[in-house]
């Protein structure tokens, strides 16, 4: 039997975009397990339901992240939405369709140049970004902020898309499908890139459901579930499936946000042509919530829940929010068992970890 | 038009001493730990216990009410993906739970203040915004 020895990985490490540390029991080469954790950056996000009020708390809930800011916004406010049982006007929720769709693409497009990156693929890594410029660009015009929009509300939204911009959103999408045709090919047909990404890190279905994982990452190893089956925002509208693959390795979770890119221009293509004419952006709530409500919502990195609880005062009792990184860490301990200590850095990018969320 | 699925959505308060059988049965029929969260309110803990169904999107809740002194099972024998979620009941709420497979004990977060969002913080906070006041 090989000599064991424990490895600390991170918090501080080339490959990893936000910090959380592993301690890596190694034997020769190949990882035998992996004991995560994280605290390096908590903030008591959730603790300012004491001084913030509940339409104040809309804008903390935004700052949760940096790259899903406006679903966790949209999955806070639907929360509060449901306590209230006020129906949001329908050009709000093909709005909210709108925004939440172009984040998950700029998302998983952040998320395709740090794999490149992950396996020194710097070219790669650099198309990518470049392409999510252009989804960063459609997202400050029309909502002013590159990545936190500020345009959630109880009841709705504060600005509106007008047709012009629509129309830009439109002729910017056929552009970024092309681009993303184009490193598509490279992702999923280049040999050096299946090399590091076929067969590395498998996760089993029933692994995944065993524990718990959420979004692509689950998806990729063959969970059929997608939140925005629920039917909130305009999703009831838009044609779509959940895209699903079977060999839980690395390159069906590549694969799977590939898809989900081309599936998100499609629902945004959607939710434009269907956008009803209306004036109003919101629907007033009076008075303060008192019920409780757990609200789910399909985020970038998979199922992220709100729960709220009120007693009829303008501060809320509880918000919680559990982020997709949050039910993933336990799928990546176990993914990483059995594997290279060399593939360690990108399988912990395979499961897209957006720590700052997780903590909060 | 995509097929929209209404799931049911329930909400069960059991009792604390039922908690490790109702956990294994939502196992044994096949449902996913979606997450477990504490509250503090009205001197008690509310610690709930989501469960979803991946097929029908069914969402179950089991909730307990607990005295803020009583110590609760682990249920990571049986979950161990708990094991985030326990952790963090304790260190932010005090919560007392025995057995957590991998107890961090209260490093997880990584913060000074002892139990942030627990009864003692709470009362001290009253007693502050009390003062305050005066």
């Given at each position: 039997?090989?000599?064991?020895?424990?490895?600390?990985?991170?918090?501080?490490?080339?490959?990893?975009?936000?910090p959380v540390h592993l301690d890596l029991v190694v034997e020769d080469e190949k990882v035998v397990e992996a004991i995560p954790s994280i605290g390096f950056i908590h903030r008591g996000l959730e603790s300012l339901v004491d001084k913030r009020d509940f339409n104040q708390m809309t804008y903390v809930a935004?700052?949760?992240?940096?790259?899903?800011?406006?679903?966790?916004?949209?999955?806070?406010?639907?929360?509060?939405?449901?306590?209230?049982?006020?129906?949001?006007?329908?050009?709000?929720?093909?709005?909210?369709?709108?925004?939440?769709?172009?984040?998950?693409?700029?998302?998983?497009?952040?998320?395709?140049?740090?794999?490149?990156?992950?396996f020194g693929f710097e070219n790669l890594f650099y198309q990518c970004w470049r392409i999510r410029e252009k989804i960063l660009d459609l997202q400050e015009m029309t909502s002013g902020g590159r990545l936190i929009f500020s345009v959630n509300k109880i009841g709705g939204v504060l600005k509106d898309i007008p047709a012009d911009q629509l129309n830009i959103i439109l002729t910017?999408?056929?552009?970024?499908?092309?681009?993303?045709?184009?490193?598509?090919?490279?992702?999923?047909?280049?040999?050096?890139?299946?090399?590091?990404?076929?067969?590395?890190?498998?996760?089993?279905?029933?692994?995944?459901?065993?524990?718990?994982?959420?979004?692509?990452?689950?998806?990729?190893?063959?969970?059929?579930?997608?939140?925005?089956?629920?039917?909130?925002?305009?999703?009831?509208?838009?044609?779509?499936?959940?895209?699903?693959?079977?060999?839980?390795?690395?390159?069906?979770?590549?694969?799977?946000?590939?898809?989900?890119?081309?599936?998100?221009?499609?629902?945004?293509?959607?939710?434009?042509?269907?956008?009803?004419?209306?004036?109003?952006?919101?629907?007033?709530?009076?008075?303060?919530?008192?019920?409780?409500?757990?609200?789910?919502?399909?985020?970038?990195?998979?199922?992220?829940?709100?729960?709220?609880?009120?007693?009829?005062?303008?501060?809320?009792?509880?918000?919680?929010?559990?982020?997709?990184?949050?039910?993933?860490?336990?799928?990546?301990?176990?993914?990483?068992?059995?594997?290279?200590?060399?593939?360690?850095?990108?399988?912990?990018?395979?499961?897209?970890?957006?720590?700052?969320?997780?903590?909060? | 038009?995509?097929?929209?699925?209404?799931?049911?959505?329930?909400?069960?308060?059991?009792?604390?001493?039922?908690?490790?059988?109702?956990?294994?049965?939502?196992?044994?029929?096949?449902?996913?730990?979606?997450?477990?969260?504490?509250?503090?309110?009205?001197?008690?803990?509310?610690?709930?216990?989501?469960?979803?169904?991946?097929?029908?999107?069914?969402?179950?809740?089991?909730?307990?009410?607990?005295?803020?002194?009583?110590?609760?099972?682990?249920?990571?024998?049986?979950?161990?993906?708990?094991?985030?979620?326990?952790?963090?009941?304790?260190?932010?709420?005090?919560?007392?739970?025995?057995?957590?497979?991998?107890?961090?004990?209260?490093?997880?977060?990584?913060?000074?203040?002892?139990?942030?969002?627990?009864?003692?913080?709470?009362?001290?906070?009253?007693?502050?915004?009390?003062?305050?006041?005066?």
């Amino acid at each position: 039997m090989a000599k064991r020895s424990v490895i600390p990985y991170g918090p501080q490490h080339p490959v990893l975009p936000e910090p959380v540390h592993l301690d890596l029991v190694v034997e020769d080469e190949k990882v035998v397990e992996a004991i995560p954790s994280i605290g390096f950056i908590h903030r008591g996000l959730e603790s300012l339901v004491d001084k913030r009020d509940f339409n104040q708390m809309t804008y903390v809930a935004e700052r949760t992240c940096g790259i899903c800011s406006f679903q966790h916004g949209m999955g806070y406010c639907e929360a509060v939405e449901h306590i209230f049982g006020v129906e949001i006007p329908n050009r709000a929720k093909f709005l909210r369709t709108i925004w939440a769709e172009l984040g998950r693409m700029h998302s998983h497009l952040l998320w395709l140049g740090l794999l490149a990156d992950g396996f020194g693929f710097e070219n790669l890594f650099y198309q990518c970004w470049r392409i999510r410029e252009k989804i960063l660009d459609l997202q400050e015009m029309t909502s002013g902020g590159r990545l936190i929009f500020s345009v959630n509300k109880i009841g709705g939204v504060l600005k509106d898309i007008p047709a012009d911009q629509l129309n830009i959103i439109l002729t910017t999408l056929e552009e970024v499908e092309k681009e993303i045709k184009t490193v598509q090919k490279t992702f999923l047909e280049d040999y050096t890139v299946q090399s590091r990404l076929c067969g590395v890190g498998i996760l089993t279905k029933e692994q995944a459901h065993d524990l718990g994982c959420a979004g692509p990452f689950g998806r990729a190893s063959g969970i059929n579930t997608d939140m925005r089956k629920l039917g909130y925002a305009a999703y009831p509208h838009i044609d779509f499936e959940p895209i699903i693959h079977q060999d839980g390795d690395s390159y069906a979770r590549c694969s799977c946000r590939i898809q989900e890119l081309f599936q998100s221009i499609d629902i945004l293509r959607q939710a434009i042509s269907k956008i009803p004419e209306e004036t109003d952006l919101f629907t007033p709530v009076k008075g303060n919530p008192n019920g409780e409500y757990f609200m789910r919502v399909e985020q970038p990195r998979g199922e992220a829940i709100y729960y709220v609880k009120a007693n009829g005062k303008p501060y809320v009792e509880r918000l919680r929010i559990r982020t997709p990184t949050f039910a993933n860490l336990p799928g990546l301990c176990e993914m990483l068992k059995n594997t290279d200590l060399a593939d360690v850095g990108l399988l912990i990018l395979t499961i897209d970890p957006c720590i700052s969320c997780t903590e909060r | 038009m995509a097929e929209v699925i209404h799931p049911e959505e329930i909400l069960v308060e059991i009792d604390p001493s039922n908690l490790l059988p109702k956990i294994m049965e939502m196992k044994k029929n096949g449902y996913r730990l979606s997450q477990i969260c504490a509250a503090y309110i009205a001197e008690q803990f509310e610690l709930s216990y989501s469960f979803a169904d991946d097929t029908t999107y069914q969402y179950i809740t089991l909730r307990i009410v607990i005295d803020p002194d009583t110590e609760i099972p682990s249920i990571t024998e049986l979950i161990p993906q708990a094991v985030f979620y326990e952790n963090e009941m304790k260190e932010l709420f005090g919560v007392k739970i025995q057995m957590i497979s991998m107890d961090y004990e209260n490093r997880l977060y990584r913060i000074k203040q002892t139990a942030p969002l627990g009864p003692q913080s709470k009362n001290e906070d009253a007693k502050t915004e009390k003062n305050n006041k005066k």
